[in-house]
């Protein structure tokens, strides 16, 4: 590990990049193809209207992926999370809870699709034209979605475990018996929709098998019987940590809805009727697809870059890593526009042909819809880049802007202005207000680094400690904002002549990792909520996560070294197994926290509450995040203590007796 954070913090950006990106290019332009293979079989075998069919139908099939990757990729981070904690047996229980959920929801969907298909596809734009073909797809998509749900989970686990090269090859092997199938059982076998359905199915069948033999590989726990029982606590966990996947998924199920309908609506009042625009946009978008995957997988492959440089205050790298990738990804989104603007006839052509009204509209959505396709080279890596440096509410806006923030907003508004061109007219418009916010988000954070400045801390020197504890104790301090906790844990550790670990542990996890002290103390302890939204698919933990298991790692090795006082950091429950360990959790009274925030912390009297509520709530969250239990739940603590009762010095001696008469406790042999 060592290693290669320091290839991070040391090598060429540009070979870092190269390496980092290429296979998440791949794998994401692998999922964007295996879409669009059907299309383009389905338009030389059947017509546009099979095409129309698919796009009706889509939007059950992203409503599937959304539960798979929400279970897969929250399985994947408490897969990674436990086994950062050394908890293997807890890691198999979350992994195994992920697959079985799946596969629940996935065998109701499918009955439930079945059962209420027509009406779900008039939700979803279904025209009288498409109908027939879009229940002939989507019956038999319907009996294929348990394969695709499961399949698809675990090739998120099997990420997390280590084996992204398998992860990937399943995925490969599916999509090419997909363009295999396709042509002969569309052409050789005249099977039309039907059979571009069976093609898909029948790989996404392949890749389930594949990905359920890999189960008894596990490298990093072992799954049994047991772990596959469902236990609420965990399921919920899960989703909870998979709930990024599942918001990003749905947001593409509603622009769908919304535009297909819009389309039908609009189209149908145009020379064009309702069937080509729901047919074409649907092509346009596919299309699009492939190069936001490009883009994706550049930004998404420098996330570790980004996020390792910055929490080392290695600015100039931040900046360069930053300079690179937006200039590589301008430069896909520009030669894309190119394209867009100049052939799309050809590219149309790729799906089949139709007639004169088809083609004008095909070239029209190519040339309206993506006029600002350009733009995507900037949004779509800010949205990855704060993410990386930590700043999740900036990062959450940005990834959904454009498809919730504006692009809805923008068809519903235009399209009553100005009809079928109204819808086309509001990807520009999207594009656009999207491109403008995260340019100015980008110069705001570009300014801020170069003019951050590092600070240090000062460490207090515990070298002449004289313990006078005679077992081997444990104190941990968790403590509202305000309340004097930090300072009531130095009390306790000076009195007990043991170490305190609050700050000092922040420069012992810096010089494990290679970040900064003042990186970690920014980003430690405090959770936004809109931090479950920034796990996203093809992201992984985040730097939250990943400071978290270091502390976890450094506390576990702290407190089997000595005895001490921890501050804050979960401690009371990393630590919660231990015989020999006192929780304590420090409150007080508003009026006294906010006398203790101005006078020491220099903070206005009028910001004061507010200051407060605010760190209380990301320490809240912080510790609900990691131990799925309320922060401040007295039942979590051996004593809950009012500092402004007492006042902190006698708080510290009540404390301090406590812990002596724990030690003084007959050990029983």
């Known amino acids: 590990m060592e290693k290669e954070e320091n290839i991070l913090g040391t090598e060429k950006i540009g070979k870092l990049i190269a390496k980092f990106s290429i296979p998440c290019i791949i794998s994401l332009l692998v999922n964007s193809l295996y879409n669009i293979v059907d299309q383009i079989f389905i338009g030389w075998g059947v017509g546009y209207l099979g095409n129309g069919a698919t796009n009706v139908v889509f939007p059950l099939v992203m409503i599937c992926l959304a539960f798979s990757l929400m279970f897969g990729d929250g399985a994947s981070a408490y897969l990674s999370l436990k086994l950062g904690e050394k908890k293997k047996d807890e890691a198999a229980k ?49 009996i294929g979605l348990p394969f695709m749900m499961i399949g698809t989970t675990l090739n998120s686990i099997i990420r997390a475990d280590g084996s992204p090269r398998y992860s990937m090859i399943s995925m490969v092997l599916g999509a090419i018996l997909n363009t295999i199938l396709d042509p002969i059982l569309i052409f050789v076998c005249k099977m039309g929709v039907e059979g571009a359905a069976i093609a898909t199915v029948l790989s996404q069948f392949l890749t389930f098998v594949l990905n359920i033999a890999y189960i008894r ?99 100039e790298r931040v900046k360069q890593a930053l300079k690179i990738v937006l200039g590589l990804s301008t430069v896909i989104s520009t030669i894309a526009f190119i394209l867009f603007q100049t052939i799309p006839d050809k590219l149309i052509a790729i799906f089949g042909s139709g007639d004169e009204l088809y083609m004008d509209f095909a070239c029209l959505a190519f040339r309206t819809y993506l006029l600002l396709c350009i733009c995507n080279g900037i949004q779509i890596p800010s949205g990855i880049f704060f993410q990386a440096i930590g700043k999740s509410i900036k990062s959450v806006i940005l990834s959904l802007s454009r498809q919730i923030l504006f692009l809805v907003p923008s068809m519903l508004v235009l399209s009553r202005a100005f009809g079928i061109n109204g819808v086309l ?127 976890s790692e450094m506390i576990k090795k702290l407190a089997d070294k000595e005895s001490c006082v921890i501050i804050g950091r979960c401690a009371d429950f990393i630590l919660k197994d231990r015989e020999n360990l006192i929780k304590v959790f420090i409150y007080s009274d508003m009026e006294d926290k906010i006398k203790r925030v101005t006078e020491i912390y220099g903070i206005k009297k009028e910001n004061a509450k507010k200051e407060i509520n605010k760190i209380n709530k990301l320490r809240a969250n912080h510790y609900k995040h990691y131990t799925d239990q309320e922060w401040s739940n007295s039942e979590n603590y051996d004593i809950t203590i009012n500092s402004a009762t007492l006042g902190v010095e006698k708080t510290a001696d009540l404390i301090c007796e406590m812990v002596k008469e724990k030690d003084l406790e007959k050990i029983t042999i």
């Open 94 to 142: 979350g992994v195994g809870n992920g697959i079985i959920i799946s596969a629940i929801i996935a065998i109701i969907f499918c009955i439930f699709t079945l059962i209420f298909l027509q009406p779900l596809l008039n939700i979803f734009g279904c025209t009288d034209a498409l109908r027939d073909y879009a229940i002939g797809y989507g019956r038999i998509i319907a």
């Open 217 to 315: 590989k596990f490298k990093s726990i072992t799954l049994n019987r047991e772990n596959l029982k469902i236990k609420f606590n965990v399921w919920r966990r899960v989703s909870t940590l998979g709930i990024s996947s599942f918001v990003t998924q749905m947001s593409f199920v509603v622009v769908v809805s919304v535009e297909n309908n819009l389309l039908a609506k609009y189209g149908l009042e145009s020379k064009y009727g309702s069937e080509i625009p729901i047919t074409v946009l649907g092509i346009v978008m596919k299309i699009s697809q492939i190069l936001n995957s490009i883009i994706l997988g550049i930004a998404a492959g420098s996330q570790p870059i980004f996020g390792y440089n910055y929490g080392a205050r290695k600015f």
């Open 425 to 551: 007219s509001a990807g520009p418009v999207a594009d656009g207000t999207a491109f403008i916010l995260a340019v100015v988000l980008l110069i705001f954070e570009v300014k801020n680094l170069n003019n951050v400045t590092t600070k240090s801390n000062a460490i207090v020197d515990d070298t002449n400690l004289d313990n006078r504890l005679k077992k081997h104790i444990i104190i941990t301090v968790s403590r509202e904002y305000g309340s004097g906790g930090r300072y009531i844990g130095r009390l306790i550790a000076d009195k007990l002549g043991i170490k305190l670990y609050d700050k000092e542990l922040i420069e012992k996890v810096a010089e494990d990792t290679g970040l900064s002290e003042e990186y970690i103390e920014n980003n430690e302890q405090k959770r936004e909520t809109l931090d479950n939204l920034n796990n996203g698919y093809y992201f992984g933990l985040n730097y939250s996560d990943e400071l978290f298991i270091k502390e």
